[in-house]
């Protein structure tokens, strides 16, 4: 090949390197350029400070009251490394009496022109007297409408008009990736703004709500303040975060808009939260017992009927599992108490359960959640003289008719001793063995016999009543010798 041609061969590759090399406009442009969208939404986001008041506890000081203050006279913050900054000591142990202190800080956001706010639950739980600063500078005293622990939600009310109030937006509609911005008060620092993306949706880490989760970098302070997309819409409030030194990992949750803004309404109307309940206590279906069953691994099962209740009214037991409520799908356990929890007390539902391999229509009337029940356990007799380990590795005796009558119990066999699979399956001594493969255990002897007849091949499942817990597990017995 002639020189004067490979070195224009040679020339053309370099020049093509080059230009791949260098960023093209496009790509430049595409970048997010958020200082518009800030500029027009931050007026909607408030600092929320609270106060206390604290009683004397004596005259006594140390070195942390001493550089708390010292953080707070140059920083106005409390210091960054305290356990828990939105709740940091008091500057002074040794106030006067009844004399009101600060509390803590949070962010919130404006939602209507005429001063209504919504923040976290827990940013103005046990405040004194709450304070909200608007990004003008104009502080107001807040009254607190109403709050729900439950969801970590709160509205407060301010005395003002023409607002600048933050548009809602729709939490279903968001997706994994997609940018989102917070704006509040991390520590303390007024109108922060911080960007990331939306890491995963749907994710449980609370029972009535799933939360979103993103990267933004959220801190102590954050609390309250609105997560946003990029047309400038609130479709999340900041709420948690997960950290072992109590500031930003890049791991933060948001309770959705929508969830959020149908406690809102409850909360402006009434002051406080009305939902259903059931009256049972769930468990998940493993993939273990759903196989099984030959079901897929779906539904929440019944372990255990509140007496008196909705479910044991209408004739719900335990072992029962629930797959669809008012005719909406129980995926998972916790789809059922945010399901009932959404129903207006005194609704008639239908739960469609599955009992003993076949399915059931129970209609139900909804009663209102109140506070948690006491649970109190079985008092335990002595158990009988065991019985020859089966093969599952069980000793079982009959069930005393005064217990089964004491518990209101048609079946079950009493558990003595444990060792082998059942052991491994988790199983425990004095657990009541209800049934097995839904075939009711009757007596030791009738379930003994039946253990005998699996196919060690294939894996059984058994319905155990442990205290006032009812519960499937998967069990495979030891091959005869």
């Given at each position: 090949?002639?020189?004067?041609?490979?070195?224009?061969?040679?020339?053309?590759?370099?020049?093509?390197?080059?230009?791949?090399?260098?960023?093209?406009?496009?790509?430049?442009?595409?970048?997010?350029?958020?200082?518009?969208?800030?500029?027009?939404?931050?007026?909607?986001?408030?600092?929320?400070?609270?106060?206390?008041?604290?009683?004397?506890?004596?005259?006594?000081?140390?070195?942390?009251?001493?550089?708390?203050?010292?953080?707070?006279?140059?920083?106005?913050?409390?210091?960054?490394?305290?356990?828990?900054?939105?709740?940091?000591?008091?500057?002074?142990?040794?106030?006067?009496?009844?004399?009101?202190?600060?509390?803590?800080?949070?962010?919130?956001?404006?939602?209507?022109?005429?001063?209504?706010?919504?923040?976290?639950?827990?940013?103005?739980?046990?405040?004194?007297?709450?304070?909200?600063?608007?990004?003008?500078?104009?502080?107001?005293?807040?009254?607190?409408?109403?709050?729900?622990?439950?969801?970590?939600?709160?509205?407060?009310?301010?005395?003002?008009?023409?607002?600048?109030?933050?548009?809602?937006?729709?939490?279903?509609?968001?997706?994994?990736?997609?940018?989102?911005?917070?704006?509040?008060?991390?520590?303390?620092?007024?109108?922060?703004?911080?960007?990331?993306?939306?890491?995963?949706?749907?994710?449980?880490?609370?029972?009535?709500?799933?939360?979103?989760?993103?990267?933004?970098?959220?801190?102590?302070?954050?609390?309250?303040?609105?997560?946003?997309?990029?047309?400038?819409?609130?479709?999340?409030?900041?709420?948690?975060?997960?950290?072992?030194?109590?500031?930003?990992?890049?791991?933060?949750?948001?309770?959705?808009?929508?969830?959020?803004?149908?406690?809102?309404?409850?909360?402006?109307?009434?002051?406080?939260?009305?939902?259903?309940?059931?009256?049972?206590?769930?468990?998940?279906?493993?993939?273990?017992?759903?196989?099984?069953?030959?079901?897929?691994?779906?539904?929440?099962?019944?372990?255990?009927?509140?007496?008196?209740?909705?479910?044991?009214?209408?004739?719900?037991?335990?072992?029962?599992?629930?797959?669809?409520?008012?005719?909406?799908?129980?995926?998972?356990?916790?789809?059922?108490?945010?399901?009932?929890?959404?129903?207006?007390?005194?609704?008639?539902?239908?739960?469609?359960?599955?009992?003993?391999?076949?399915?059931?229509?129970?209609?139900?009337?909804?009663?209102?959640?109140?506070?948690?029940?006491?649970?109190?356990?079985?008092?335990?007799?002595?158990?009988?003289?065991?019985?020859?380990?089966?093969?599952?590795?069980?000793?079982?005796?009959?069930?005393?008719?005064?217990?089964?009558?004491?518990?209101?119990?048609?079946?079950?066999?009493?558990?003595?001793?444990?060792?082998?699979?059942?052991?491994?399956?988790?199983?425990?001594?004095?657990?009541?063995?209800?049934?097995?493969?839904?075939?009711?255990?009757?007596?030791?002897?009738?379930?003994?016999?039946?253990v005998g007849k699996l196919d060690p091949k294939k894996q059984s499942f058994v319905l155990?009543?442990?205290?006032?817990?009812?519960?499937?597990?998967?069990?495979?017995?030891?091959?005869?010798?």
């Amino acid at each position: 090949m002639p020189r004067f041609l490979m070195a224009s061969l040679l020339g053309a590759v370099f020049a093509l390197m080059a230009v791949a090399s260098v960023p093209s406009y496009a790509q430049v442009r595409d970048l997010p350029d958020f200082a518009d969208l800030v500029e027009r939404v931050g007026p909607s986001v408030v600092n929320i400070r609270t106060t206390e008041k604290q009683r004397a506890s004596g005259n006594e000081s140390s070195d942390d009251d001493e550089l708390q203050e010292m953080f707070r006279k140059f920083f106005g913050v409390p210091v960054p490394q305290t356990p828990a900054p939105e709740r940091a000591p008091n500057p002074r142990r040794n106030r006067p009496g009844n004399e009101e202190v600060q509390r803590g800080v949070g962010s919130g956001f404006i939602l209507s022109a005429d001063g209504y706010v919504m923040t976290n639950a827990h940013v103005v739980e046990n405040a004194t007297t709450i304070y909200v600063t608007l990004t003008d500078k104009r502080e107001f005293k807040g009254k607190l409408i109403g709050a729900d622990k439950r969801t970590d939600v709160a509205l407060v009310k301010i005395e003002a008009t023409g607002l600048p109030r933050m548009a809602i937006g729709d939490s279903k509609a968001i997706r994994v990736g997609q940018w989102v911005l917070a704006i509040g008060s991390p520590f303390g620092l007024e109108n922060t703004v911080t960007a990331g993306i939306v890491s995963a949706k749907s994710r449980d880490t609370g029972e009535l709500l799933p939360f979103i989760q993103t990267d933004v970098a959220v801190n102590p302070g954050n609390s309250g303040g609105p997560l946003i997309n990029t047309r400038g819409e609130v479709i999340g409030i900041n709420s948690q975060i997960l950290s072992g030194t109590g500031g930003s990992i890049g791991i933060s949750f948001a309770i959705p808009v929508d969830d959020a803004m149908r406690v809102v309404e409850q909360l402006k109307n009434g002051g406080r939260v009305r939902r259903g309940r059931l009256g049972v206590e769930i468990r998940e279906v493993s993939k273990e017992v759903a196989e099984a069953m030959g079901i897929k691994a779906q539904g929440a099962a019944v372990s255990r009927v509140e007496p008196g209740s909705p479910a044991d009214k209408a004739g719900v037991l335990g072992g029962d599992i629930i797959v669809k409520f008012d005719g909406k799908a129980i995926e998972k356990s916790v789809d059922l108490p945010r399901a009932v929890g959404d129903t207006k007390p005194g609704t008639k539902s239908v739960l469609i359960v599955l009992r003993k391999g076949a399915t059931k229509e129970i209609p139900i009337v909804v009663a209102e959640l109140e506070g948690d029940n006491a649970k109190k356990a079985d008092k335990v007799p002595e158990p009988p003289k065991p019985s020859t380990a089966n093969g599952f590795g069980l000793s079982v005796v009959d069930l005393p008719e005064e217990r089964k009558k004491q518990l209101a119990l048609q079946a079950g066999v009493l558990v003595e001793s444990v060792d082998g699979p059942a052991l491994n399956a988790g199983l425990r001594r004095e657990d009541i063995v209800l049934s097995l493969n839904n075939v009711d255990a009757t007596s030791a002897k009738q379930f003994n016999e039946q253990v005998g007849k699996l196919d060690p091949k294939k894996q059984s499942f058994v319905l155990i009543r442990r205290q006032d817990n009812v519960f499937y597990l998967s069990i495979r017995p030891i091959p005869p010798q």
